[in-house]
């Protein structure tokens, strides 16, 4: 008998090149792109971003939760089951990623201390090096 897969846990999830990538990068104005793109986790990461700079937390808390649940479904389409590495590495990780992060900088500032704790805890095990990008400690 042969023995298929990864003996050490799931393989590492790699996500598709986000469509909306390239009119961020090319400096279009993030709600028009997630507008046009509205299954973008980049693009509500953005605003989300954008958003806590500029201290609007509640809409950075909107945005960013927003983002995290299309990333999901994103991250469910392309094989991941719930739990196993979703590398930094991988740009197009990235939209995922930092909508988990900007999600757990706004609950940090909303004082949602249980959402705080989730969202460190699934950062990190996705990639501990997306925790240390993101400032997620």
Same mark, same amino acid.
């Given at each position: ?10 393989? +590492?999830?790699?996500? +598709? ?9 090319? %400096?279009?104005? +993030? ?33 960013? &939760?927003? %983002? ?7 991250? &469910? ?9 979703? +590398? ?5 990780? &990235? ?14 500032? =909303? ?11 699934? =950062? ?14």
């Amino acid at each position: 008998m042969s023995v298929h897969g990864n003996l050490l846990g799931p393989e +590492p999830t790699r996500l +598709p090149v986000d469509p909306a990538a390239a009119a961020l990068a090319a %400096g279009e104005d +993030p709600a028009d792109v997630a507008a046009a793109n509205p299954a973008s986790s980049l693009a509500w990461a953005t605003l989300a971003e954008n958003a806590l700079a500029e201290k609007h937390t509640v809409a950075a808390y909107a945005y960013a &939760r927003t %983002g995290y649940h299309r990333g999901l479904d994103l991250l &469910r389409r392309n094989g991941w089951k719930g739990f196993g590495p979703v +590398p930094w590495a991988h740009e197009p990780n &990235r939209g995922v990623l930092r909508a988990l992060g900007a999600l757990y900088r706004a609950a940090e500032a =909303i004082g949602e201390t249980d959402e705080v704790e989730r969202l460190r805890t699934f =950062i990190t095990e996705s990639d501990p090096e997306a925790a240390a990008a993101l400032g997620v400690s």
